[in-house]
């Protein structure tokens, strides 16, 4: 069974910074795409920022020169380093990846239980 677990979520002030991890473990056999999403009290949940497996990025307006996305393919995970933080950017950060079992002949999708990221005085 596939698991992804994200760490690194915290309080932290307006300006700050914090990085988040998100490591996956069980019988992988292959990881295509990995990326972070998050979700705000009351809205819904969207892109953040997403890597390839070839180290190809993609990024929400919101967050371009403030956050960068990282993976270590040999570790199977993935890091979120966010600079300048922002009140706005409070929310349930979540990791996402496509995921092929050693047993299973096609990639799946999964998800983390998520972190809280909250940025606040």
């Known amino acids: 069974q596939v698991q992804l677990v994200e760490s690194g979520g915290d309080l932290v002030q307006p300006g700050g910074s914090l990085r988040l991890s998100c490591a996956a473990s069980?019988?992988?056999?292959?990881?295509?795409?990995m990326g972070w999403y998050r979700q705000a009290p009351g809205k819904q949940r969207e892109l953040v920022a997403a890597?390839?497996?070839?180290?190809?990025?993609n990024y929400a307006d919101s967050v371009k020169g403030r956050f960068t996305i990282s993976r270590d393919n040999a570790k199977n995970t993935v890091y979120l380093q966010m600079n300048s933080l922002k009140p706005e950017d409070t929310a349930v950060y979540y990791c996402?990846?496509?995921?092929?079992?050693?047993?299973?002949?096609?990639?799946?999708?999964?998800w983390g239980k998520g972190t809280l990221v909250t940025v606040s005085s």
């Open positions: 996402n990846a496509e995921i092929k079992e050693v047993w299973v002949g096609k990639f799946m999708d999964y």
């Open positions: 069980g019988s992988i056999f292959s990881i295509n795409d």
């Open positions: 890597i390839t497996s070839g180290g190809t990025t």
